[in-house]
């Protein structure tokens, strides 16, 4: 049977998007830097390939072989797909590019075979340029979601004009914002899912998470947190 959504392989965390985000969706995750952004997506990546899906991700965070190693580090195994070719890496640096980067990364995107894309992250190639071209970029994304494909963008909140952050928000089907929070003794990371169509009644549901080794994203109770 096909999917109809991205899990996250944790029950827990997507009921609090609703089930999931719907496949056919735009998705931005963005968030300031360490607040969980990259595990997020990896979270994600790992729970959707469980359930079948075909993914791409076009990464300038990581090597191949540092995302094998990353990921086996928080017990999500993907080494198998990779070989099975169900899940393609393809590095990429997008501060070389240039003003191309954009252009580039989307010949690329409409080349890609499967049912999803990941870009983590945008940043670079999008952080100094005009706040038109961003836009058109996530348009273009928005077509290629309409002719099937599940397209997931990370960003870094602070390297983006905040009124063009604004718009590209507008334009998704989904919104999931991360931020850090320091309850006295350590710093916790806080998942707030904003927006998320189709998926149920999700918007607004905060979880609190931290991330450990050979575990991944453990949820922690929000009273714990302010606790």
């Not at 049977?1 to 969706?25: F, H, R």
């Not at 993914?55 to 990779?82: A, R, W």
């Not at 602070?158 to 604004?166: I, S």
């Not at 080794?213 to 947190?225: A, L, T």
Request: net charge neutral; hydrophobic share 40%.
């Amino acid at each position: 049977m096909a999917q109809t959504v991205m899990s996250t392989g944790n029950d827990e965390l997507d009921s609090k998007m609703g089930g999931g985000i719907p496949v056919g969706s735009l998705t931005l995750i963005e968030g300031s830097s360490g607040a969980g952004k990259s595990v997020l997506s990896q979270q994600m990546i790992w729970g959707s390939l469980q359930k079948g899906l075909t993914l791409t991700l076009f990464t300038s965070e990581n090597t191949v072989k540092s995302l094998v190693q990353q990921m086996h580090s928080l017990d999500l195994e993907i080494l198998d797909f990779l070989l099975l070719r169900r899940f393609r890496v393809y590095p990429v640096e997008l501060a070389g590019l240039g003003p191309q980067a954009l252009r580039l990364l989307l010949q690329a995107m409409k080349q890609t075979p499967g049912e999803g894309i990941i870009i983590d992250s945008l940043t670079s190639a999008i952080g100094t340029l005009p706040a038109e071209a961003g836009l058109s970029f996530f348009e273009e994304c928005k077509r290629l979601c309409a002719n099937g494909q599940t397209i997931i963008i990370i960003l870094h909140s602070q390297a983006v004009n905040p009124e063009a952050l604004v718009r590209f928000r507008s334009i998704c089907d989904a919104h999931l914002q991360l931020r850090t929070e320091n309850d006295g003794k350590r710093v916790i990371k806080l998942l707030e899912v904003t927006k998320v169509r189709g998926g149920g009644s999700a918007t607004g549901n905060i979880v609190s998470f931290d991330v450990e080794p050979g575990w991944g994203m453990r949820m922690v109770p929000v009273n714990k947190v302010k606790g």
